[in-house]
C-alpha cells in the first residue's frame, strides 16, 4: 500500500454516514415515506416538495423524450440530508413501470434497506423479490409498516407472516395504538413511552407528539379504555414471545427491527428515523482482490453501479452513478480505472438531489457520485488511486421478460450489432442466444418492460436502427451453474428454452415457476442459479 497520511477527517465521515435503499411494492407509500423522511431530516420544509419538484421538472425539463411521453422518471436519485449530525444517503430504488436491474443494483451499493409494507397488503411480489437481493448482500433489514391510519391486517398476524415467509426473525421496536380511524400513536418498547400524535394537516408538517412515560396514570385518561386493555394485552403477548433485539443478529440480516405508523399522517416516523440512525450499519469493509478493504483505507475507491444515458439529448452524455468505498473523493481528481487500466480525470462530479443536479466538490465512504465520462464506465467498474484494487462485481440478476430483437433492414446490419453490443455493456439489458446456432437474432432478457423501451429508443436514436420486439412466452430464467457439460448430460428437455448468455453460458427459460420446479425435481443433477455468478 502506498503510504499516506492518516485522514481523521476520513474515520469522522465514515463514522456518520448512513446509507440505506427502500424496497416495497408500488404504492406501499414509498415517496410518502422519502418525503417525510426529507421533512424529519430538514432537507424541505413542506412534504409535497419532492412531487411538485417532479411535476415542475416534467413540465420544464429537456431531458429524455420518453421520460417525457410517458410521465415518468428514468432516473435513479440519491438523496442526501443531514440529520443529528449523520449524514444520510438515501439511494431511490426505481419502482412502478421502470421497475428494471437497475433497482436489483442500487442494492450493491447500498449497506442497509429499508423493507416498507402496506399493512393492509403485507408482503407483496416486488418486495419479496427485492427482500432476495437484500439476503444475498446480508444487508441489515429495517422494517416499516405503514397506512395503519387505515383498516389493516392485525399487527401480530404481519410479524408472522415477515418470520415465516422471509425466514427473518422480527423484534417491534414500536407497537401501534390502535388502527384505521382509531389509530393514535405508538408505544416505543425501548423507552417504555407512549407517543401519542395528532394529525396535522395534509401531514406536510410534523406531527405534534405527546410522549408520555409508560408508568404515567396520564395513560388510561389520555387512551380510550378498550385500546389501552388491547396495548396492554398486545405487549404482554411481546413479551412472552421473549425476543430481544440483537444487534449483530440486525447487521447480519436475520433479525429485522420491526416499525408501525403511517407515513401519510407522520404517525412513527421520528422515532423509525432515530432507530433507524442508531441501529444502522454504518459504511463497512468490501470484498476486493487485495482482500476486505475498510472504508477508512486512505486512498479513494469506488464502483460503477449504474449507469444512465441520454438524460440530457442535447449532449448525449453518460452518468455513471459510483459507490464512494473508500478515501476520500474530491472534484478534478485523476484515478485509475481497474478495467481499462485508463486514467481518468474526474472533472465534472456530480450529485442528485431530487433529481436536480447539483455539483460536488467532496464526497466519502457511503456517498454516491456521478460522473460525465462518455463511453468509459460499465457497469461494476472499479475506479481508485494508490495500488491497483477491483471489486467483486455486480451479478446479473433473472430476468422476467424475455423478447427477440430483429432488425427487419439488412442495410443496418453493422450498426444493429454495435448498437445492442455497446447498450448490452452498459448493463442497460441482459442479452442472450439462442443455444440453436441457426437462430442468431439477440434475445433481450429484462426484469421491466422499460428496458426494452430503452433499448429500442436508443437503437433508433443514437444508431439509425428501427427495430422490431417480439414478446416470448418465458418468465423465469435459470443459470446452469454445471455447465454445458452437466446439461448435454440430461438429453432433451421439455417446456423450457436453451439458451446462452453473452458469456456462451447456458441458460433455461420456462414459462412459468412451476416448470421450473418440475424440471429441476426431474434433474436434480442439474445446479440452477436464479442470479448468475459474476463473470
Ligand atoms: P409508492 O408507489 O410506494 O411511492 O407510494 P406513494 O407514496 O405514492 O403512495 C401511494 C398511495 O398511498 C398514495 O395515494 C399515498 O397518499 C398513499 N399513502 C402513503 N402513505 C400512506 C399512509 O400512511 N396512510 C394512508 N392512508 N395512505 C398512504
Known amino acids: 500500500m502506498t503510504s499516506i497520511e492518516f485522514q481523521p477527517e476520513l474515520y469522522t465521515e465514515v463514522e456518520r454516514r448512513r446509507n440505506f435503499a427502500i424496497i416495497s411494492h408500488p404504492d406501499a407509500g414509498k415517496t410518502t415515506l422519502t418525503e417525510k423522511l426529507l421533512l424529519y431530516g430538514g432537507a424541505i420544509h413542506e412534504a409535497g416538495s419532492v412531487k411538485a419538484r417532479r411535476a415542475q421538472r416534467k413540465a420544464t425539463s429537456d431531458w429524455m423524450a420518453m421520460e417525457q411521453q410517458r410521465g415518468i422518471s428514468i432516473t435513479s ?26 433497482t436489483y443494483r442500487t442494492l450493491a451499493a447500498a449497506d442497509n434497506a429499508v423493507m416498507l409494507i402496506d399493512a393492509a397488503k403485507g408482503l407483496e411480489p416486488q418486495t419479496r423479490k427485492l427482500f432476495e437481493v437484500c439476503k444475498m448482500r446480508q444487508l441489515p433489514i429495517f422494517t416499516f409498516v405503514n397506512k395503519l391510519d387505515r383498516p389493516g391486517r392485525e399487527p401480530l398476524e404481519l410479524l408472522d407472516e415477515i418470520e415465516q415467509e422471509l425466514g427473518l426473525q422480527t423484534y417491534a421496536v414500536n407497537w401501534p395504538i390502535g388502527m384505521g380511524d382509531r389509530f393514535q400513536g405508538v408505544f416505543d418498547r425501548h423507552q417504555q413511552q407512549i407517543h401519542l400524535y395528532s394529525r396535522v394537516e395534509h401531514g406536510s408538517r410534523e406531527a405534534v407528539d405527546t410522549v ?27 413479551d412472552e414471545l421473549g425476543a430481544e433485539l440483537d444487534q449483530d443478529l440486525v447487521h447480519q440480516g436475520k433479525m429485522t427491527p420491526v416499525f408501525f405508523g403511517s407515513a401519510m399522517t407522520n404517525f412513527g416516523v421520528d422515532l423509525f428515523l432515530n432507530s433507524f440512525l442508531e441501529y444502522a450499519l454504518k459504511p463497512g469493509s468490501r470484498r476486493s482482490t487485495v482482500g476486505e478493504i475498510a472504508p477508512t483505507y486512505p486512498e479513494f475507491t469506488g464502483f460503477v453501479f449504474k449507469l444512465q444515458a441520454n438524460m440530457d439529448p442535447k449532449h448525449r ?20 480505472h481497474a478495467r481499462t487500466g485508463k486514467t481518468i480525470r474526474l472533472s465534472r462530479p456530480q450529485k442528485l438531489f431530487a433529481q436536480d443536479r447539483e455539483s460536488i466538490d ?29 471489486y467483486e462485481g455486480i451479478p446479473c440478476f433473472s430476468p422476467e421478460l424475455f423478447a ?3 432488425n427487419p433492414n439488412p442495410s443496418k446490419f453493422k450498426q444493429f450489432h454495435k448498437g445492442v453490443s455497446e447498450i448490452r455493456e452498459e448493463g442497460a439489458v441482459q442479452i442472450m442466444y439462442s443455444a440453436d446456432e441457426s437462430k442468431r437474432d439477440p434475445i433481450l432478457a429484462a426484469v421491466g418492460q422499460l428496458q426494452f423501451e430503452v433499448v429500442q429508443f436508443r437503437l433508433q436514436q443514437e444508431y439509425g436502427v428501427e427495430t422490431q420486439l417480439d414478446l416470448l412466452p418465458y418468465t423465469v430464467a ?14 432433451r428437455l421439455f417446456n423450457t428454452a436453451t439458451v446462452k448468455d453473452s458469456w456462451g453460458r447456458p441458460v433455461l427459460l420456462f414459462r412459468n415457476e412451476w416448470n421450473c420446479q418440475q424440471l429441476q425435481q426431474d434433474h436434480p443433477e442439474l445446479e440452477l442459479a436464479a442470479i448468475a455468478p459474476v463473470v
Open 77 to 102: 436519485t440519491v438523496l442526501q440530508f443531514e440529520y443529528n449530525d449523520c449524514q444520510i444517503n438515501l439511494l431511490d430504488t426505481p419502482g412502478h413501470q421502470d421497475f428494471s436491474e437497475d
Open 404 to 406: 427477440t430483437l430483429r
Open 317 to 336: 452524455d453518460r452518468v455513471a452513478f459510483v459507490r464512494v468505498c473508500t478515501g476520500k473523493f474530491e472534484k478534478d481528481m485523476t484515478v485509475n
Open 362 to 390: 467532496i464526497a466519502f465512504p457511503g456517498d454516491v457520485i456521478g460522473l460525465n465520462n462518455p463511453g468509459v464506465f460499465a457497469i461494476g467498474d472499479t475506479i481508485y488511486t494508490g495500488q491497483k484494487i477491483e
Open 478 to 491: 435459470r443459470w446452469v451453474v454445471n455447465g454445458w457439460e452437466a446439461l448435454d448430460k440430461v438429453g
Open 212 to 238: 408520555i412515560d409508560v408508568g404515567d396514570p396520564k395513560i388510561e385518561e389520555l387512551l380510550e379504555q378498550d385500546l389501552y386493555y388491547q396495548l396492554k394485552d398486545e405487549l404482554e403477548l411481546l
